[in-house]
């Protein structure tokens, strides 16, 4: 296993070669054994244990057991607790959610802090059947299929290409010693009834089913890098991105015979799970939404709206003083005095600066909200009958922000000034402003 390991990493993970390594390493049998590996390979390499207390005095049995390796073999040892199933209450997590993301936010920490560059950890084949056969049994897309990356950003996991029974073996020959977690001989998890019941089934109807599995695994690899090829191209047709919000074309999509799978390959990266919601939408009336955590589909007319969710905690009023030139939040805008005016476009206006009343604020619109629109005699109109005019969509109006003299509409910015402090033959001093 030994020269296996080494001629796979000279030919696949060449990169892991003189860089900083951190071991991910529980004590049990998987990590032991990568941890004897990459030590018996001259790497160089610190071993990080995470002590989740989640089995009594077992979990600091396991603690020890990884600071005695480490110092056995003048390894550098990270270690830390957590108080995990506290966390899980906290943020309302599973206890395995709120293990998994205490880990790896630690060990990215431990990246940064003392310059390591690369996390190894030592799920093996047999986590990558059980992985596939978990997004099967739930429901999910080829990316599911595909199984466990062996590269992933700063993660490495480098034991893929080997089954639990090798590495067993390998340790049985090696006299490595290793903890075992009880909780593995439990069916209290989906993971621990696949591996105990559904595995050993598959095998006994075919002896080869790793090797089978191992094919088709492959196989789906090369056609999700054909669908990832295909994504990209027709992405480019139908979508467009502007600042923070990306737009579907829907009279170019609808012309694709199969449009749903590619809303499925662009959106589920964004969180969102509910397909026949996504795909009801195409078709659904102009203002209908749908959310992810973070993120909204919104029907407008011919195009769908991706964008990010707006902050609740979002402050609704900025003050601008008479002595500053510019602002960056929550816009940026520029403000200058000047003697000329030429109309540039949308994003500048010229004021007559006596009129206006300081401090000036930004707000977003609210409904009643009312303006005279420049070049309309005074007349004034709801702002919520000048967007329906400009044909502004919910996201538009969402993220539109309004200019206020004390009581009075200067600006709605970047769409229309207001009439009340336009330039007049009688004034003397003119302020520009500009959205930047």
Not at 59 to 87: G, H, L, M, R
Not at 184 to 195: G, P, V
Not at 285 to 311: E, H, P, T, W
């Amino acid at each position: 296993m030994l020269e296996i390991l080494k001629k796979h990493i000279a030919s696949n993970l060449s990169f892991l070669v003189g860089k900083k390594l951190l071991l991910a390493t529980s004590g049990g049998l998987d990590s032991m054994v990568m941890a004897h590996l990459f030590k018996d390979l001259k790497f160089d390499v610190a071993i990080a244990h995470c002590n989740f207390q989640l089995r009594g005095v077992d979990s600091f049995k396991d603690q020890k057991f990884v600071q005695d390796f480490a110092d056995e073999n003048q390894i550098p040892a990270y270690i830390t607790q957590f108080d995990t199933q506290a966390f899980a209450a906290d943020y309302k997590l599973s206890t395995q959610v709120a293990a998994r993301d205490l880990r790896y936010n630690w060990f990215y920490e431990l990246l940064e802090e003392e310059g390591y560059d690369y996390i190894l950890t030592a799920h093996h084949a047999d986590d990558n059947l059980e992985t596939f056969l978990i997004n099967l049994s739930r429901g999910t897309g080829l990316d599911g299929l595909t199984g466990i990356p062996e590269e992933n950003g700063n993660i490495v996991r480098p034991l893929l290409h080997f089954s639990r029974s090798e590495i067993l073996n390998y340790a049985e020959s090696n006299a490595i010693a290793w903890r075992e977690d009880a909780s593995n001989a439990s069916d209290k998890y989906l993971r621990n009834k696949i591996r105990h019941h559904l595995v050993p089934l598959l095998q006994e109807l075919n002896p080869n089913f790793m090797d089978a599995f191992h094919k088709t695994q492959s196989y789906l690899q090369e056609s999700a890098g054909l669908v990832e090829d295909a994504s990209i191209m027709v992405y480019q047709q139908v979508a467009k991105q502007e600042e923070d919000t990306i737009t579907f074309d829907l009279n170019q999509l609808r012309k694709l015979p199969n449009y749903k799978a590619y809303l499925y390959q662009w959106l589920s990266e964004f969180g969102f799970t509910a397909w026949n919601d996504v795909y009801d939408l195409v078709d659904a009336v102009s203002g209908k939404q749908i959310y992810a955590s973070n993120f909204r589909l919104l029907k407008n007319r011919d195009s769908l709206l991706l964008s990010k969710m707006l902050d609740p905690n979002e402050q609704l009023e900025y003050y601008i003083s008479l002595e500053e030139q510019k602002v960056n939040i929550p816009i940026n805008l520029a403000f200058k005095k000047t003697t000329t005016t030429a109309f540039e476009s949308n994003k500048v206006i010229f004021v007559d600066a006596d009129r206006l009343q300081y401090p000036l604020v930004l707000k977003r619109w609210q409904e009643g909200d009312s303006f005279q629109p420049l070049g309309m005699n005074g007349k004034s109109k709801k702002l919520s009958k000048f967007f329906k005019d400009e044909k502004l969509s919910l996201l538009d109006k969402e993220q539109c922000w309004v200019l206020w003299s004390a009581n009075a509409i200067v600006w709605i910015t970047g769409l229309r000034q207001d009439e009340r402090f336009k330039i007049t033959e009688n004034t003397i001093n003119i302020l520009k402003i500009e959205l930047e």
